[in-house]
């Protein structure tokens, strides 16, 4: 009986079944057949996402599952990602319902910090004697992993994926733990990095949490949308800098936020001053915009945080764990008011 593979398979079921149909999705530029977030694609669905010939593609599967040789197949050039960051200790069945509070750190904007601030937010929480979490869905840039220090491939166990460790006990999951090597891309389209967001909340054994922080990549797009649909939030932290430009792209995340009916808690000012030898402060990227930000969401400014070569040093060294300041206090004083002011307003 012929063998009739069709576009509403899913990929991880059809080489599953036919193994000798990888050579086909590789020769037609389809790499992430290994991966467990690619394979969940169907046919149809991986020929979109990487702009394939659907009909030329089933009909080379059909024929190799059918014992044919396909035609025009070249040998597969190796993807820049390997084929397959080993996403594969991957399985259904983690636990996102012993988590209290979903924050997401957001801003629009590169380069303004959200990696940073979720990290310190991360560890005035830890500081406070509260379980914590940090799912890293920057999949393309990961840098939380760094930040603390934290090595490894994370291991499956019954309850799914189990998250490392901080020194200081900080639960976090980031695709750089995935990668053979740090330094390697993750070359995926929008799709895939979606379901990677969503397989790190629910794959991941998080265990009880008194909060899950998610530090999320630049934009308003896939990532943002999928974490704001998807994902539990009970919140946002918008981080921004003084910077005009800046601040005109976290306006437009502000508004993206507001239009998914989602809960701006607080605004943090990254960069905001660095402090001169005598003391006073030097507004490198202008003065604060800080109150307009705060007029449009009704949010509080958690802090405006300096520019500080400490956190640079700390940052590289994996160290994050270790740093203290004024602004970091007002941070985490402020954070946890906000919570409750929110609390109560719900």
Known sequence: MAVEITADM???DVVSKYP????????????CTACQ?????SVAGGARTHRLALEQL?????????????????????APVGRGIPLNVMSQGGSGTGIRNIVAIMSGKGGVGKSLVTGLIAIALQRQGLK???????ITGPSIAKEFGVRGVPT???????ALRSVGGIKIVSMNMFLPDATDPVVWRGPMISSAIKQFYSDVDWGKLDFLLVDLPPGTSDEAMTVMQSLPVDGVVIVSSPQMLATEIVVKCIKMVQTMKGKVIGLVENMAYLTMPDGSRNEIFGPSNGAELVAMT????????????EIAMLCDAGKLEDYNSDEFDTLASNFTKSLKLAAARA
């Open 10 to 12: 899913v990929i991880h």
């Open 132 to 138: 914590v979490g940090i799912l890293d869905g920057d």
């Open 58 to 78: 089933l009909n080379d599967l059909n024929r190799v599952a059918n014992g044919q040789e396909a035609e025009g197949i070249k040998p597969a050039v190796k």
């Open 298 to 309: 009704g949010a509080p400014l958690l802090t405006q945080l300096a520019i500080d070569p």
């Open 37 to 41: 977030v690619g394979a969940r694609e």
């Open 20 to 31: 000798q149909t990888v050579k086909v999705f590789q020769g037609h530029g389809l790499p």
């Open 156 to 162: 499956k166990s019954e309850g799914g994926i189990d």
